[in-house]
């Protein structure tokens, strides 16, 4: 059974950062490409940031760029995005996912499991 858990979120003023996890389980970690996608309330899931099975390659939302940094563990089967400089368009929930991609692909039907989401709430 897979299974990817998210946590890391929470509520933070403007300017200020969060890190977020997400251990998988149930699964050859290494044959996967994960990505961390978004949904904001009334609005559709958004493709964040994703990185390759190596770590060698990442894509990231041009909303995103320069703020926020995504990276992997293959020894502890984590992924982490770490969200600088955040802003209040950067409240949504978060979401893992992972995809056997040999690229990073930015669409949510390119990727299999997901996890349950985390919210994350910047406040002005």
């Known amino acids: 059974q897979v299974q990817l858990v998210e946590s890391g979120g929470g509520l933070v003023q403007a300017g200020g950062s969060l890190r977020l996890s997400c251990v998988a389980s149930?699964?050859?970690?290494?044959?996967?490409?994960m990505a961390w996608f978004r949904q904001a309330p009334g609005k559709e899931r958004e493709f964040v940031a994703g990185v390759t099975w190596t770590g060698g390659s990442t894509r990231y939302a041009d909303s995103v760029k320069g703020r926020f940094t995504i990276s992997r563990d293959n020894a502890k089967n984590t992924v982490y995005l770490q969200m600088n400089s955040l802003k209040p368009e950067d409240t949504a929930v978060y979401y893992c996912?992972?995809?056997?991609?040999?690229?990073?692909?930015?669409?949510?039907?390119?990727?299999?499991?997901w996890g349950q989401g985390t919210q994350v709430t910047v406040s002005s």
């Open positions: 149930g699964l050859t970690f290494t044959s996967y490409s």
């Open positions: 996912a992972a995809g056997r991609l040999i690229v990073v692909l930015t669409s949510s039907a390119s990727y299999t499991y």
